[in-house]
């Protein structure tokens, strides 16, 4: 999985321990690498602090390193003699698989290689309004030179396509549907098979149960800051000055909303 195993995944009311006892009993073992939705504050150094780590002691999920593919020997008769996984975590700049092989000092070449990102990307109408354009597909396709597979997470909104190089390029969305606005979004997973192909495989929804309820009024929105002092409280003496602290507590905030508080720090 590319990240974002939840929401939020440090927070005891954003991710309670039912949360991630749930996950401990229901999801796979699987190769995993964390979102920033996994990570307190954004910051991978803080990993360990995260329902993600649990996963990971629990040996539920094993942890792709950057700076270590995990390799995955196939079957007899497979095109390929190994899988190599190449993990770029929330944070982590893409590399090329020459790149990798020139500062890992390690040689690819013989194995379906199998890129892991978690880094938002969009395409036609599987973006959000007034999604970057420096996100789009066509500006990660020099990025992904060499791998056989490169897979998304992040962005919602699952999409597959096959780049000119030769490379899948699949982001693969979340595995449930969360709002109405979902209904008739189907979930699924890719398979990767030896060759290099990709397949979707719908999961099924049959169960799935939408409750119609009235719209609220809208109401004035309110700020409460308590949450995030105590974030800044729980950072003891760690490297962090009030800037950066804040900086990072409000990223997924609207553009709005950032604009406001960080121009109000010095320096903007």
Known sequence: MSGDFFDNGWKPHRCPPELTNFALKHLPRCFGIPGQHDLPYHRYADIHRSAYWTLREAGLVEDVQNDMPASIILDKGSPYP???????????????????????????????????????????????????????????????????VAMFGDNHKRFKLKLKGGCYVVNTGSFIRRRSDERDYIPAVAIVYTDGQVRWHLLDTTADQFLDAPRAEAKEATFDGSEFIAGLEALGDKALDFGEALRLAVTDEPEPVRKIILDALPGG
């Open 82 to 148: 190994t899988m190599n996984l190449h993990a770029f975590p929330w944070g982590f700049p893409i590399e090329t698989l020459r790149e990798r092989e020139k500062r890992l000092g390690m040689d690819f070449s013989n194995a379906l290689n199998v890129a892991m990102i978690h880094a938002y990307i969009w395409t036609g109408d599987k973006g959000y309004e007034g999604a970057p354009d420096d996100k789009m597909v066509s500006q990660y396709e020099a990025k992904l030179e060499g791998y056989h």
